[in-house]
């Protein structure tokens, strides 16, 4: 009789952790979340029944399943797939950063690929002769020069330039919607990187990007976002049922992208590598130069929050420092919510510079004074500010006016509240 009750109360206990468990992770179940294709596929057809489509897409164009829209839309019997574009890395991703890919035909398919980076950044109306309709569907990271936003922009600018309309299918932010931070753009430092007046973290989705570009910076496209369902402003990429697919061949993680708005701005110096060439991009920052523990001592010192440093040393097989040993850091995240990316990205730039004055070099300025730093940025004065001798502190309070401006601004694009 005691063994029965035993076996009764284990049994009990067993179903009670799981029902807690499922309780627990009820958000991640799939029904309830649906990205902008799968809504498209469902219930909107309508905007592309019919229909000669072109498709801007690259490797994370895929539903929860990780089917391929373009296979989804390719067989799909009501749909007419004319034509693909291809942004930075290329429709398949295997484009390196920088990379020009040339005009090809899509072995799977058969249909023609276009690029979208290098010479053509902007469909030409010869791309566009076979096509009723774009449809726009990648995954972004969440930071201002992460260049398929203004792939996304430009595309809009062709969309109306041609009168056809163009269709952006929402995809989740991954550090989430709520978080801020930056400095917001100021003009003439825009570039290909950075090409409106928004922070470095947006803290915005494709699809409510779209809707600002289009209306705050005279795109005036004919713009349709097909909305997700089951997305809320607190999830971050991990909180949804979604898989990470690589968004470019630098971004393998969530944590990549998590320290990417800060770290990235170690592109904008000319000795020091991000961790490109390694299995650890953007988290491992290093040069030849650097001891990394005195270089980690000294950023652990400062208290900063969600984040902790250790002395790393690394070979990158190519960019920067190519298959020279590096000593830096890797960076390690504590409380992803209270990490300040690219507060942290300043400090760990202004670190390096102060401890190794004579080796350090920001990337050299072009012919109007402008440095690939300063575009990063999106301003002069933080490498002004670093050179000059001013506190991280100081600088920041430069830059916080204009961001609470655009807080303002950017709540009038919020599609998920």
Do not use: C
């Amino acid at each position: 009789m005691k063994k029965t009750l035993m076996v009764l109360l284990v049994l009990l206990l067993g179903l009670s952790t799981v029902t807690g468990v499922t309780a627990k992770n009820d958000k991640k179940k799939p029904g309830k979340f649906k990205l902008g294709v799968e809504v498209l596929l469902k219930d909107e057809l309508e905007l592309v029944k019919g229909k000669r489509v072109g498709l801007i897409t690259n490797p994370t164009g895929v539903d929860q399943n990780l089917n391929s829209i373009i296979d989804l839309l390719h067989n799909h019997p009501d749909i007419e797939l004319t034509a693909l574009y291809g942004p930075e890395h290329g429709v398949r991703g295997d484009a390196q950063a920088g990379q020009y890919v040339e005009k090809y035909i899509d072995e799977k398919t058969g249909l023609p690929v276009y690029s979208l980076y290098g010479a053509t950044k902007k469909p030409t109306p010869e791309m566009l002769q076979n096509v009723d309709v774009l449809l726009f569907d990648i995954q972004d990271v969440g930071a201002r020069f992460y260049t398929y936003i203004y792939t996304m922009a430009l595309a809009m600018e062709a969309a109306k330039e041609n009168n056809i309309p163009i269709v952006v299918l929402d995809r989740p932010n991954p550090l989430g919607g709520l978080k801020v931070e930056g400095p917001v753009l100021e003009d003439q430092y825009s570039s290909f990187i950075g090409e409106y007046a928004i922070p470095v973290r947006h803290g915005m989705t494709v699809g409510e990007l779209a809707k600002l570009f289009n209306k705050e910076f005279g795109i005036g496209a004919d713009l349709k976002v097909v909305e997700m369902k089951g997305w809320k402003r607190h999830m971050y990429y991990d909180d949804t049922p979604l898989h990470f697919v690589m968004p470019s061949p630098n971004m393998p993680t969530l944590e990549t992208a998590l320290v990417y708005p800060g770290a990235a701005l170690i592109e904008g110096v000319a000795n020091v590598s991000e961790g490109r060439g390694t299995t650890k991009p953007f988290e491992l920052i290093g040069a030849p130069f650097i001891n990394g523990t005195d270089l980690a001592a000294e950023l652990n010192s400062y208290g900063l929050p969600g984040v902790q440093f250790r002395a790393a040393s690394f070979t990158p097989t190519f960019s920067k420092n190519a298959n020279k040993l590096n000593h830096g850091i890797q960076i390690h995240l504590t409380d992803r919510e209270e990490f300040r990316p690219f507060e942290t990205g300043v400090h760990i730039v202004k670190a390096i510079h102060d401890m190794y004055p004579e080796e350090f070099e920001f990337r050299a300025r072009n012919s109007a004074g402008v440095s690939f730093f300063d575009q990063l940025v999106g301003n002069g004065s933080i490498r002004d500010g670093i050179e000059s001798g001013k506190s991280v502190e100081e600088v920041k309070a430069e830059w916080e006016p204009n961001l609470k401006e655009f807080m303002k601004l950017r709540s009038k694009y919020l599609l998920y509240k």
